[in-house]
Structures are given as C-alpha cells and as structure tokens.
C-alpha cells in the first residue's frame, strides 16, 4: 500500500496518530503550503523577468532592424549629394555613374543598385542589356515626388531576375519538415525579402531628375543576422550555456537565422510553429513567451514585418535557450526543498519516537483490525495492562469471535439463496427459449398463409382472364386469316401491320400464360431458347415508344452484354416493358432520361439495368414493392401486378430482380438472368411435357393455329 496513503488511514482511524498531527501541523502542513507558495511564486517571476527581457530584445533588435534600413537609406544619400555622381551625371557619363554605383554596391553589401530615370526606367544600361523598368511599388511613385523612402518589399522570382542576375538562383530554398508548424504543399521558397531604398537625385533648381534604387536582401544575409544579434546579445547579457539568436521570416520560413539546427548548420528554410503563426501573422499580434524553434524551447519574441503596402510579410524574432535558465531556477529551488525535507524529516522522526512508548496497545489492535479486514484470523491476546485501553482490547477479541459466527451463519443462508435463484434463472430461461421460438414459427406461417392468399386470389382471377380473353383473340386471329384471303394480294400494302397485329395477339396469349404462371410458379410453360438481350431490349423500345405522347423523356442505351441467356424471349419482353413503363410513370410531368444498360454477369450470365431519375421509392415501400396488387400510383393508373408478374417470372429462370432507389434522385432496377435456368428435375420435365395451363388456353389455341 501506499505509504502516504497508509498514513493518512492511520490519522483517520488512530488517536496516536490524531495527536501526532496536531504537533506536526506546523511542519507537515504550513511549511510545505509555504513552500509550494515560493515555487510558485520564484518560477512565475522568473520567467515574468525571462519575458520581460526577451520583449527588451526585440525593441532592440527591431530598433536595429529599422536603424541599418536608415543606412541603406543614408548610403544613398551620400552618394546622390556627392559631387562626383552629380558632375557624372549632369555630363551623362554612363560609365563613370555604372563605376560609382558598382563600386558603392560592393562595398555596403546592396544586392542590386540601379540609377532610374523619372519614368522609372533604368538609365545608363550596360551595352547589350535591354531597357528594363524598375520594381513598381508606393514607394517608388512617392520617392519621384522628392522623398526618400525605405521600405520592406517582397519580390517574385521574375523580379528577382530582373534587377540582377542570378538573384532568383540565390533564394531558391527548399523547404524543410519541421515539429509543430501549419502544414503545406509548398516545398520551396523563391521570393525575396528586400530591403529597398529610394533616394531621388534632384537638380540645382530642385527638380527630381533621376533615382537611386538599392535593395538588400534578407535571404540567407547571415551578416546581417549576426550583426543584429552582436548588438543584442552582447557578452555577459545571458546565463552561461544559453545561446541568443535572431531570424527573419518571410511569412513563416526562416530566410536568414542564426539559430542552429545542427551544430555546424544553420535552421534555413525550417518554419515557425502554427501556434505563433496564427497570433503573429494572422492577427498581428506579438509573441512574448514560450516557443518552440526547430528543435528546441527558446524564450522567444516575434513582431509581424510590415511591407510597403501594410500587409504582414514575415516576422522578427529574438529569443534565448530556454534550458539553461530553466535548469539555474531548478538548481536553486532543488537546494530549498532539500532543506525544507531534512527539517521535516528530524521533527517527524523525534515526535514518532516519543509516540510509540504510549499507544503499543493501540497499534496490537489497529494490526488485528487490518488482518480481519484481509480475511485473516488474528487475536489481541491477554494484555497485562487493566487500564482503559486493556479492557478495550480483551471486549474487542471477544467481538471478533462472535462476529466470526454471525459470519458463518450468514455465507449458509447466501449459498442456500444462490442454489434457488440458479434453478429459477434455468426455468425462466427455458421458458424464454420456447416463447421465442413458437413466435417466430407463428411468424413464418402467417407469411406463408398470406402469401397463399395472394396466389389463391391471383389463380382466380387468372382463370377468368384467360377464358374471357382466349375466345375473343381466337376469333380475331381467325377473322384476320379470312381478311387476308379475301384480300389477296391486295393486302400486300399492310402485310406488315396485319403481322404486327398477330404477332400482338400471340403476345396477348403468352401474357394470359405468365398470369397463370405466377398462380403457378413451379410450372414452366416452354423449353427456352438461348436468346440475345441486346435485340430483345431494341424490340422493346418499339413497344413502348407510344408512352412519348404521355411525357417526353430521353432514353439511353449501353448495351454490352455478349451472353446468350436460355429465357422466353416473350416473357422478357413483357419485364422489360413493366419495368420501362413504371420508369416513364416515376418521371416528372417535364420528363427526365431513362437508361437501358445490359452487361455480363461475371461467369453467371447477363444483368439489365433499368434506371430513371424520377421521384424514387421510399424505403417503406421498396419492402413490399414484389407483392401483388402493391401499388403507389393513383386509382386507374395501375393494378400493382406489373413487378410482382415480372419478380415471378425472372424467378421462374432462377434469377433475381434488386432495386436500388434514392427518393427525390431515381430508381435503378437490375434483372440479373443466368446462363443456364437453375431448374431441378421436375420442372425441366414439366417443361418438356407442359402443353397447355388451362383447357380454355388449349382450345383457344388450337383455333389460332387453325
């Protein structure tokens, strides 16, 4: 157990112990929250002076960083004022005005240095150069106007190329995976932060006659890093081992630091962490506190760089190591808990040791409690002692003994309930098993009983169909032979349509049969044929292109099925049309497109698709869309026997209908077909052997034949 646990128990539970508390309050209580207190408050004012500091820094530093853009500036100045460059000028010696601005570029460390003319175009171009204009900016259009201005400015890489030769090359930095920053897809950097001053050159009569245009470049100038961090972090200024730096970013990228990221390799091209990113350049906010460079926690202070147009383009930051501060502050604090410990250990081990001579009773019984409290047996014994606390002890180990046999009394009396509650828990669960299952039997046969009812109401109904139909088609069959043999050849003209009439009775009687079918499901009407999908979906199109006249629609086709399917072309036919006609109904009243697709089914066979883009089928509905008489479209619209005759003859050949339907999008119908009907032996033999489903069909057959 743990021991400050263990000793918080014993003051809870012991007088010794309760009194030892009262004299050590003073030391295990007061001292430490004394203690706590100076950790605090020595840590907080710490780190308030670390901060506090690394803000100092960073005015330093910025003051630096405006003070050398003054200098650039000032250089220019000099130059523009002078005598010399003036005389140069006003006697327009190109080559001597080229010399002093090359010579005065070496010497100050600008990146270019260029003479414009008051359109901004370059003057005095070396032979061969072509006539180039100088970087537009704000700052170029007020220096024209007579002022000096000095500026932080972001130049592309074009531009770079532009000013001078090979600049673009120089700041190309390829970007590096750092801990804690944004991500992004960018891996390289090739912009460059510059620097750029602006000093017009006037006449005697002070007219602005030409400008100076030098522009430094912050990327990867260590020189001017350093020299900021020289000026800042000055000899004796940081504890020993800490080390002070300072970077410009442009945007988040470190482009010239002295901040190592190994030891003989400086962080370029490492990024700032997301946190100081979105206070700095997101907000525009400084940032005085913790922060974590590349590969390490500095004291840190950032400032966002404001460019010629007020936009945040990067950052100046300051900062120290924070380890070695961190590590002096842990040193001192070490030192104080260490004295603090070794005095309260001395106080605690003197007034322990004057306790135990009092109250060796008190720990016997306290030693009995926790034994019979882990399931041990253990007695106090006879003590000496006839005080008070000597006739506690012996009344305790006779509590204990009749507590023990109360125990037993109880653990028999909970077993005997336990062996109960098991039987019980047997026959209810049983009882359970057999409710379940007699549900689920009653579940299954009330399916089966209605299913029968459909079929059974559907067998009559069929029957009646197929009489009151089969005469009348005969005798229009018939009458059509003797209108054709009367006719002669005069019925040449529309042989074709008195074909298409025949064929649509025929197709009249094969409906009759697959009616009496789906009554009949386990009967096959003929042997099938192998057939081909593609020409019965283009026959079909045919049937149904009248529908034109209810809703204009588009149809799409993608037939690419190869498969010869071994089905009654007819009875296809007529799923086809069911499904092409529920589509055109589920269509708006504007239309819409209805696409017709057929593919190979694996090695099974062929799937045809059917899908429209109308009002779609709730999920409800899509349950119970194959039963009989199921219908959603208004009275007189329909009879809901179209998917429930087509669901039963695609099953007839072992194959399947799926829907998939999104309500407000359109329904996809598929009809998957096998090559192959998955008959059993009976019903191939019925097939051979089937000739006729009623007498009435059979007669009325025999008259069309005749």
Avoid: C
Wanted: hydrophobic residues 40%; charged residues 25%; without cysteine.
């Amino acid at each position: 157990m743990n021991p400050l646990l263990s000793f918080i128990q014993a003051i809870r539970s012991s007088l010794r112990y309760k009194l030892l508390v009262l004299v050590l309050f003073p030391i295990l209580l007061i001292m430490p929250i004394a203690l706590a207190l100076a950790i605090y408050w020595g840590s907080e004012f710490s780190y308030e002076q670390l901060f506090i500091k690394v803000n100092t820094d960073l005015s330093v530093a910025e003051d630096n960083f405006h003070r050398l853009q003054e200098d650039y500036l000032n250089t220019l100045g000099r130059l523009a004022e002078s005598h010399v460059f003036y005389t140069a000028l006003e006697s327009r010696s190109g080559l001597a005005i080229n010399e002093q601005l090359d010579t005065l570029r070496r010497s100050t460390g600008f990146s270019y240095l260029h003479l414009l003319g008051t359109d901004a175009k370059r003057l005095f171009l070396p032979h061969g150069e072509v006539e180039k204009r100088g970087h537009p900016s704000p700052s170029l259009l007020v220096a024209l106007q007579g002022q000096p201005r000095v500026e932080i400015e972001i130049f592309s890489a074009d531009a770079l190329e532009q000013q001078a030769y090979g600049l673009a090359k120089q700041v190309e930095l390829p970007l590096l995976d750092t801990p804690r920053a944004r991500p992004t897809q960018r891996r390289v950097e090739n912009r460059g932060m510059m620097i750029r001053a602006l000093y017009p050159v006037k006449n005697s009569r002070g007219q602005v006659i030409a400008l100076l245009d030098g522009g430094v470049l912050l990327n990867g100038n260590f020189k001017f890093v350093d020299t900021i961090r020289d000026l800042v972090y000055g000899p004796g200024s940081l504890p020993k081992g800490s080390i002070g730096t300072v970077t410009v970013f442009l945007d988040d990228v470190r482009i010239t630091t002295n901040v190592p990221r190994t030891p003989n390799q400086r962080a370029l091209g490492t990024r700032v962490s997301d946190e100081v990113r979105t206070q700095v350049l997101d907000h525009g906010e400084k940032w005085i506190d913790r922060a974590f460079v590349v590969n390490d926690w500095y004291i840190s202070a950032y400032q966002p760089i404001i460019d010629v147009s007020g936009e945040r383009v990067g950052m100046l930051y300051a900062g120290f190591l924070e380890s070695p501060s961190r590590n002096a502050l842990w040193q001192a604090l070490g030192v104080l808990i260490l004295l603090f410990l070794a005095l309260m250990l001395f106080s605690s081990i003197l007034s322990i040791s004057g306790a135990k001579s009092i109250f060796k009773p008190l720990e016997m019984m306290m030693a009995v409690v926790r034994a019979t409290r882990e399931g041990y047996t253990k007695r106090i014994g006879r003590i000496s002692s006839v005080d008070e606390i000597g006739v506690l002890a012996n009344e305790f180990d006779l509590l204990l003994d009749l507590l023990q046999e109360r125990n037993l009394q109880v653990q028999q009396w909970a077993d005997q309930l336990e062996e109960k509650v098991d039987e019980r828990t047997a026959e209810l669960k049983q009882k359970n098993e057999k409710l379940l299952t007699t549900i689920q039997i009653l579940r299954e046969t009330r399916a089966q009983l209605i299913a029968a009812e459909k079929l059974a109401a559907l067998g009559e109904l069929t029957a009646g169909v197929a009489h009151e139909i089969n005469n009348p088609t005969a005798v229009m069959l018939g009458n059509l032979d003797l209108l054709v043999a009367e006719l002669g050849d005069s019925a040449a003209p529309v042989k074709n349509e008195i074909d298409l009439i025949i064929e649509q009775i025929f197709r009249i009687k094969d409906i009759i049969n697959n009616l009496l079918q789906y009554a009949r499901p386990d009967q096959i009407t003929e042997t099938p044929s192998a057939i081909d999908v593609n020409e019965v979906v283009q026959h079909t199109l045919a049937l149904v292109r009248h529908l034109r006249k209810q809703k204009q629609f588009e149809i799409s086709l993608e037939l690419k099925a190869a498969r010869p399917i071994k089905i009654n072309p007819h009875e296809l036919q007529q799923v086809l049309v069911n499904l092409f006609v529920n589509a055109v109904h589920a269509l708006d009243k504007q239309g819409g497109t209805i696409s017709l697709a057929t593919s190979d089914w694996d090695e099974k066979g062929v799937v045809i698709e059917v899908e429209d883009n109308g009002v779609g089928i709730d999920e409800q509905q899509i349950e119970s869309i194959f039963d009989p008489f199921h219908t959603s479209k208004r009275v007189g619209e329909g009879t809901g026997l179209g998917l429930s005759v087509s669901y039963g003859l695609i099953k007839k050949y072992g194959g399947d209908i799926s829907v998939r339907s999104d309500p407000g999008r359109g329904s996809l119908f598929s009809v998957w077909l096998l090559e192959e009907p998955d008959l059993t032996e009976d019903e191939a033999a019925l097939m051979e052997q089937f000739h006729s489903v009623e007498p009435e069909l059979a007669v009325g057959d025999n008259k069309m034949r005749a």
